[in-house]
């Protein structure tokens, strides 16, 4: 059963950092792009960051270039972002999605994690 | 404001068929295709449609995707009540993946 699960999610102050993982089983993680896709409270979907399948491409959305990094590990099987000078703006509901592609920039998502919530707040 | 554009929602009755339009542009739709999501309250999005016409294994043959220059369309047919839903479309857009804003379907 492919399954993703997503960790590191929690209350952290304007400026601050965290660090999220996705943990990937049941299907050949080397083979496939992986990405972030955020979901404020109440809002639609966002794409973050997505990374190919031996991380030799990866792109970002405007909204976090700069402050966040996007990373794999092809031994742990897991996914990661990076977040950093994290502001109001980023507090969401963290997905991690399996792309159908082995490319970032293209192919769609065809699994999810249930996903990790980043609260921003003094 | 979302690149690509729904309607924020969408009605219908058991057994109807429904229609969801998703207006892009050249650079996303008119160059890439669609995908659609379905999304359940406090649930993840689970992929709909990829190709802008495929079905994913599972997924029912009531739902089914097109595409036109660029706009995206998803129709249910035999409109179900579990099929209550967000349901959001996306493409690739300059190496950036668009999603629409969503429509929320109701069925009455």
């Known amino acids: 059963e492919v399954q993703l699960e997503e960790s590191g999610g929690g209350l952290v102050q304007p400026g601050g950092s965290l660090r999220l993982s996705c943990a990937a089983s049941?299907?050949?993680?080397?083979?496939?792009?992986m990405h972030w896709v955020r979901q404020r409270p109440g809002k639609g979907l966002e794409w973050v960051s997505g990374v190919s399948w031996n991380s030799g491409g990866l792109g970002y959305a405007d909204s976090v270039k700069g402050r966040f990094t996007i990373s794999r590990d092809r031994v742990r099987k897991s996914l990661y972002l990076q977040m950093n000078n994290l502001r109001h703006e980023d507090m969401a509901l963290y997905y991690c999605?399996?792309?159908?592609?082995?490319?970032?920039?293209?192919?769609?998502?065809?699994?999810w994690g249930q996903g990790t919530m980043v609260t921003v707040s003094s | 404001q979302s690149v690509l554009t729904q309607p924020p929602s969408v009605s219908g009755t058991p057994g109807q068929r429904v229609t969801i339009s998703c207006s892009g542009s050249a650079s996303n739709i008119g160059n890439n295709d669609v995908s659609w999501y379905q999304q359940f309250p406090g649930k993840a999005p689970k992929l709909l449609i990829y190709?802008?016409?495929e079905r994913p294994s599972g997924v029912p043959d009531r739902f089914s995707g097109s595409k036109s220059g660029t706009s995206g369309s998803l129709a249910i047919s035999g409109l179900r009540s579990e099929d209550e839903a967000d349901y959001y479309c996306?493409?690739?857009?300059?190496?950036?993946?668009?999603f629409g804003g969503g429509t929320q379907l109701t069925v009455l």
């Open positions: 049941g299907f050949d993680f080397n083979d496939f792009a």
């Open positions: 996306a493409a690739w857009d300059d190496n950036v993946q668009v």
């Open positions: 190709k802008s016409h």
């Open positions: 999605a399996k792309s159908d592609s082995s490319a970032w920039s293209r192919g769609s998502f065809d699994m």
